[in-house]
C-alpha cells in the first residue's frame, strides 16, 4: 500500500532553514504527482509546492516561490523541501501528499516547523 513518511520538521528562528523528507514507497515513483500542504493551527490546508516526478516540473505557492525549493531523488524514492529564509508564518504541520486532484489521495503523517525566537 501507499505510504508516505515525512522527516525534518523542527523548531527554527526567522530567517533560517529547514529541509523537510518524505520518504515514499508502495506505488510507482518514477511517475508520480507529489505536493507538500501545510496546515497552519486552526487554518485549513494550504497547498504549498508540487512535482511531476517523471519530468521533475516543479510548482510553488505565490507565498513560498523564491524561498521554497522542491525536489525528488528516484532513487531513494524521496521528495524534499528546502525552506529558506523561513518567516512564522510559514509555522504549521507540513505534509506529503501524492496527488491531489485525482482520487485516491494519499497523505503522510505530516512533520511540524514551528518558525519562532
Known amino acids: 500500500q501507499v505510504q508516505l513518511v515525512e522527516s525534518g520538521g523542527g523548531l527554527v528562528q526567522p530567517g533560517g532553514s529547514l529541509t523537510l523528507s518524505c520518504l515514499a514507497s508502495?506505488?510507482?515513483?518514477?511517475?508520480?504527482?507529489m505536493f507538500w500542504v501545510r496546515q497552519a493551527p486552526g487554518k485549513g490546508p494550504e497547498w504549498v509546492s508540487g512535482?511531476?516526478?517523471?519530468?521533475?516540473?516543479?510548482y510553488y505557492a505565490g507565498s513560498v516561490k523564491g524561498r521554497f525549493s522542491i525536489s525528488r531523488d528516484s532513487v531513494k524514492n524521496t521528495v524534499y523541501l528546502q525552506m529558506n529564509a523561513l518567516k512564522p508564518e510559514d509555522t504549521g504541520l507540513y505534509y506529503c501528499?501524492?496527488?491531489?486532484?485525482?482520487?485516491?489521495?494519499?497523505w503522510g503523517q505530516g512533520t511540524q516547523v514551528t518558525v519562532s525566537t
Open positions: 512535482i511531476f516526478t517523471g519530468r521533475g516540473s516543479t
Open positions: 501528499v501524492k496527488e491531489l486532484t485525482i482520487a485516491p489521495s494519499y
Open positions: 508502495g506505488f510507482t515513483f518514477s511517475s508520480a504527482w
